[in-house]
Every structure is written in C-alpha cells, then in structure tokens.
C-alpha cells in the first residue's frame, strides 16, 4: 500500500462551522505534512509531524488545527476559516523528515468557504 | 521571495516533441532537486529526482540536467505524449530539520496530438 488517503474529496462549509480533514497512510511513515495550495500555485507547506510531534507549523493562522493521534492518521481541524482559506488541501508522508526523502502526497481536499 | 524560479509558466508540444522546463535557484545550500508532476484533481507525485553531485540522470523519457555553477537546472521529457499533459513543479531543499520544499511557481504542459 503506497496510498495517503484524504477524506473528505470536496467540503464546502460556511464561516462560522467546524470541520475536520483527514488523512490516513499504511506505509510506516514516520513523518506526515499538511500543505495548501490555491488553483495554479505550488504547494505551500502549512505543518509538519515528525513522530507525531509537531515540528513545523508555517506561521498558519489558529483557525487552521492540527492534530497526529497516531503514526498513521493526521487531522486538520477548521473553525472560523474565512473565504480566502478556499483552496486544494493536501497531506503528504514521508519515511523520515528529511530533506531526500520522497514525499507521497494524496489527492487531496477541495475546500470551499462560503 | 521566489526561493526557485520556473519557467516556461506554460507549454504546448506536438506529440512525440521534446518538452523542456527551466528552473533556476540562488541558495547554493540546496543539496536535493526534486521534480514533481500533477494532474487536476490529484496530489503532486514525485517524477525523478538529482543531487548536485550529478550533472544530469535518466529515467526513462525523463531527464534532468543539473549546472551547479549556473545554479540551474531543467527538465526534459522526449518523445512527449499526450498523457505527459500535466502540471509540473520543480523544487529544491537543504539539509535542515524540516522537510522543507521550496516549489517553483509551476509549468502547465500540454501535449497535443
């Protein structure tokens, strides 16, 4: 199983929901990442877990949350996202948090905010 | 500031045309140059990779090649097929505690037959 799995596919939520995004990989990896990327951008990197401890958070705004309750899953919780936070949210894993170390990105989820 | 430049920002080839994407960085610390290909609706999927030890690699119809003292390096995709129609993104990264990619702004390549 070489998969990272993200559900949902599509959400559309008003200002004032709450909403998680999941994410899911088999492959024993160790380091697992959240990214988001607006329609004919690169991928921007919003955190990183390493171990399921966080590493890495980008400076993202606290209406974006996320949490790592095993080595396998990784959540992202929205509260009060505003309508500029619209866009293609993507996990990725990787064996170790490494810089040469591939990194496995799922399809990810099409936010829209209303 | 834009860590890796990327160019052209779209392409279009003739079916079994050479494709060639352009990237150009500063930061002489980057020590991993990884190209990434994205169809709509999907994840970035890594596509061939080089280190700056290496001044170019195959696999396949995919070629890097890699001029350390230009600071740049490029993608090449021969015999271009349709299928190859895709968004693709360079990137560069250095040895450092975080697996931190910086992407370039994205080529969109259409192959038509």
């Known amino acids: 199983d070489t998969e990272v799995t993200q559900t949902p596919k599509h959400l559309v939520m008003g200002m004032t929901n709450k909403k998680s995004l999941k994410c899911e990989q088999h492959m024993g990896h160790r380091a697992m990442y959240w990214y988001k990327q607006k329609a004919k951008k690169p991928p921007e990197l919003m955190f990183v877990y390493s171990y399921e401890k966080l590493s890495i958070n980008e400076s993202v705004p606290s209406r974006f949350s996320p949490e790592c309750p095993n080595s396998s899953l990784l959540n992202l919780h929205l509260h009060a996202l505003q309508p500029e936070d619209s866009a293609l949210y993507l996990c990725?894993?990787?064996?170790?948090?490494?810089?040469?170390?591939?990194?496995?990105f799922g399809s990810g989820t099409q936010l829209s905010v209303l | 500031q834009q860590q890796v430049k990327q160019s052209p920002q779209s392409l279009i080839v003739q079916k079994g045309g050479i494709s060639i994407i352009n990237c150009a960085y500063e930061?002489?610390?980057?020590?991993?140059f990884p190209w990434y290909q994205q169809f709509p609706g999907k994840g970035p999927a890594l596509l061939i990779a080089i280190r700056p030890d290496v001044s170019e690699k195959k696999e396949g119809r995919f070629t890097i090649s890699f001029n350390k003292s230009a600071k740049q390096f490029s993608l090449h995709i021969m015999d271009s097929q349709p299928g190859d129609s895709a968004t693709y993104f360079c990137a560069a990264s250095r040895e450092s505690p975080g697996n931190q990619f910086y992407f370039g702004t994205g080529t969109s390549l259409t192959v038509i037959p």
């Open positions: 990725a894993s990787s064996q170790r948090q490494s810089t040469n170390e591939k990194l496995f």
């Open positions: 930061n002489t610390a980057f020590d991993y």
